[in-house]
């Protein structure tokens, strides 16, 4: 194998040992272990497990957040609530899947308070580039107001997909059900967009 081949193999390796032990019980023995080779190497090709735990934000974030916005590419223009639906849906649906890689994005704001870490750095510029795709169909008037809806329809998927069952007894969704979980991202969208709050004045009116 080439560089590039067995980075690629530890990195993915470190990827599943996160989902599988949670950023607290994964450690480069474990990665090496699932790789197939000794820790010495790991640290030759990535230095140090803070740089390995870099690489697996960098790589997951870009396959679900920005590939998945590249993957609507051709309707952000012509269909942008249905683009927006559809990408809700898929960022939900891969949060709860993999909650243990979700919570890894996160694990620099929730324990030690730092949001200058790159995968909160990557998260930003993620909203801004989502925003200029679905920032024309958000409620409000001014550019404020349609960013303030922006942040509280994103801070719901968000909270939603770190927290599935925060909520108790008649609260609960279960959102491994796939309509149960459509039906709920659709409603977000139908919160916070301008057509659905037309279409909701339009059927007061008649």
Not at 18 to 45: F, P
Not at 87 to 113: A, Q, R
């Amino acid at each position: 194998m080439d560089r590039t081949e067995i980075k690629n193999l530890i990195l993915f390796a470190a990827i599943e040992c996160v989902e599988e032990c949670g950023m607290d019980g994964v450690t480069m023995r474990k990665i090496a272990r699932k790789a197939g080779m000794n820790s010495a190497l790991l640290h030759y090709y990535y230095g140090s497990k803070e740089n390995l735990m870099e690489a697996v934000s960098r790589a997951t974030l870009t396959e679900g957040l920005s590939t998945n916005i590249l993957d609507y590419e051709g309707r952000w223009e012509t269909d942008t609530e249905g683009a927006l639906r559809g990408f809700l849906y898929d960022t939900l649906t891969g949060m709860l899947t993999y909650p243990n890689i979700t919570k890894s994005h996160f694990y620099e704001v929730m324990v030690n308070n730092n949001y200058e870490c790159a995968a909160i750095k990557e998260f930003k510029q993620f909203f801004e580039i989502l925003y200029t795709f679905a920032g024309s169909v958000m409620t409000g008037k001014s550019e404020q107001e349609k960013r303030t809806a922006f942040v509280q329809m994103f801070s719901i998927v968000l909270t939603t997909g770190l927290m599935p069952g925060i909520f108790p007894g008649s609260f609960a969704l279960d959102l491994s059900d796939d309509n149960t979980r459509r039906n709920f991202s659709d409603s977000i969208v139908d919160r916070f967009t301008e057509s659905s709050l037309t279409s909701k004045k339009s059927n007061k009116k008649s």
